[in-house]
């Protein structure tokens, strides 16, 4: 072997033994994070927070209804349940068997005990720590869960890999839920979150995001003589209130392109509220661009969510948001999970899509599209509460920031992609 051959054989050897070892501190580095925000988090409850009731406004020929407060959803989603005549429609993320999932479930075998036609969907990665007990079914509820593993033998087929993330609640074609609310004790006081009830129009397309999920992956459920579900009900087209679906089985991410064009169309304001902010380069660009022509952009987030690493990982983003001047607000004492936004008092948007990769070209999503200025302004008035209870985050404090924090953001800055 030659003396250069035997050169770049050290070289590469080193740059392996180096990208072991930083990729080896990453996922140290992470573990340990998260190790200790468990340990600091236990027996500590999260304090009060500001509340509102829920606000209807009139669009098209119906309603929508928001929700901060999880109390105030699940009675009412309940009393929806309960009141069914022909047909529920029951799709979520997190499921736990606990108090109020309990009732949940109880509800839903009623309604089918009753004769009410019973559809449920959740995820099985999302409830893997929930108890088997639960998760055992009476035979006249029809439940599809999305399963762990969903690839198969097609190892190498990414549009396999993503996660049910969606909470939808049809009622006999009258009413529907949708917004970023799990079912759980926890949620029901403790997170402040969104979601919204819509009446009208609006709720056949929400069925028809339900019926799509469910024929698209039923046949590794259920028999294939069972007939696809919903195909012969029409949607009906309201121009104010518009569906967007993230369905990555097919390659469709509508919900960052619907962000995108908004925040590039703003003339004076722009405000998110959102759970987890790990965006993309394009999405950045979009805000700093808005802000740097005069829109009032505004981010409202946790001071410290559930999540710490991608707390960490959302940090490395401040110094460009506040350079461009936009106002980042982070939520103090409590969980904050919602997934919205309101622009140019006009435009307004609530679901389960965070602005994260995962949410925005890994898992299946949906979001609701609100083009009306009274239901912009209830967003704005929820936003403006938010605030009361948060602190605004200066440049010079962010500027200020002790070393070990620069540290660790620089070390998880390359986790970025995979969240």
């Known amino acids: 072997m030659s003396r250069s051959d035997q050169s770049r054989g050290r070289i590469f050897s080193l740059a392996r033994r180096f990208l072991l070892a930083f990729f080896g501190l990453q996922v140290l580095l992470a573990m340990g994070l998260t190790l200790v925000d468990s340990y600091r988090r236990r027996n500590k409850k999260p304090k009060p927070f500001p509340t509102q009731r829920p606000h209807s406004v009139e669009v098209g020929g119906g309603t929508v209804t928001t929700y901060t407060f999880g109390s105030d959803l699940y009675d009412d ?29 109880q509800a839903l075998s009623e309604a089918a005990d009753r004769g009410v036609d019973v559809h449920i969907i959740y995820d099985g990665f999302a409830n893997l720590v929930v108890s088997p007990r639960f998760k055992k079914f009476q035979p006249n509820l029809k439940v599809l869960r999305f399963p762990v593993y969903n690839a198969g033998v097609r190892f190498f087929d990414m549009s396999r890999y993503g996660r049910d993330h969606r ?14 609310y799990n079912i759980g004790t926890p949620y029901a006081t403790e997170w402040r979150d ?48 518009r569906f967007h679906r993230n369905v ?24 998110l509220t959102h759970a987890y902010f790990i965006p993309d380069s394009d999405f950045v660009d979009a805000l700093t661009q808005a802000s740097r022509r005069g829109v009032d ?72 599209e609100i083009i009306d200025p009274e239901m912009a ?32 953001e620089m070390v998880l800055r390359p986790l970025r992609p995979l969240l």
């Open 77 to 105: 989603m309940l009393a929806a349940i309960e009141g069914a005549r022909r047909q529920i429609l029951f799709e979520t993320y997190i499921w736990k068997g606990d108090e109020i999932g309990e009732r949940f479930k």
């Open 167 to 180: 909470k939808i609640l049809v009622i006999d074609d009258e009413v529907g839920f949708v917004g970023g």
């Open 194 to 241: 969104t979601h919204c009830r819509i009446t009208g129009p609006g709720v056949s397309d929400l069925k028809r995001a339900f019926a799509d999920f469910w024929n698209l992956h039923r046949r590794k459920h259920f028999r294939a003589s069972e007939r696809p579900l919903l195909l012969e009900t029409a949607s009906q087209w309201e121009p104010r209130i």
């Open 248 to 271: 990555p089985r097919l390659w469709m991410f509508p919900i960052r392109s619907m962000y995108l064009e908004a925040i590039n169309r703003a003339t004076s304001r722009v405000w």
């Open 297 to 368: 952009v505004r981010l409202l987030i946790p001071q410290k969510s559930n999540h710490i690493v991608a707390d960490w990982i959302s940090r490395g983003y401040f110094s460009q948001l506040l350079d461009a001047g936009i106002g980042v607000f982070r939520f103090k004492d409590a969980m904050v999970h919602a997934k919205t936004a309101t622009v140019d008092g006009n435009w307004s948007t609530i679901g389960t899509a965070n602005v994260d990769r995962l949410s925005l070209s890994g898992n299946y999503e949906i979001n609701v």
């Open 377 to 408: 302004r209830a967003m704005e008035q929820t936003f403006e509460v938010d605030l009361t209870n948060c602190t605004r985050l200066t440049l010079d404090e962010w500027e200020t920031r002790d070393v070990y924090r620069r540290f660790t």
